[in-house]
């Protein structure tokens, strides 16, 4: 796949994607990079996800701290 391929799903948006999908007759090149671009976007959640869930983490254990020595 050419990397404006990419570039262009990448940009799609799940709709998109899923109408993308839905046109192709057996194009298997076309329903790869449409499976792709959607891997890439749950890595991208998951990933986004436990950024979140380890800075959550990191909060409350700097607040227990907090709290242990303000007693």
């Known amino acids: ?3 404006s391929e990419r570039t262009y799903l990448e940009s799609l948006s799940k709709e998109e994607l899923v109408n993308l999908l839905c ?3 057996g194009k ?3 329903l790869e990079a449409c499976i792709l671009k959607l ?3 749950i890595k991208h959640c998951l990933n986004t996800n436990a950024i979140a869930a380890s800075a959550n ?3 409350l254990a700097d607040m ?3 709290l242990m020595e303000w007693r």
Do not use: F, V
Request: positive net charge; proline residues 0%; without cysteine.
């Open 28 to 30: 298997i090149a076309e």
């Open 64 to 66: 227990s701290t907090r």
């Open 57 to 59: 983490e990191k909060s």
């Open 1 to 3: 796949m050419k990397a």
């Open 23 to 25: 046109q192709k007759d």
């Open 39 to 41: 891997l890439t976007h």
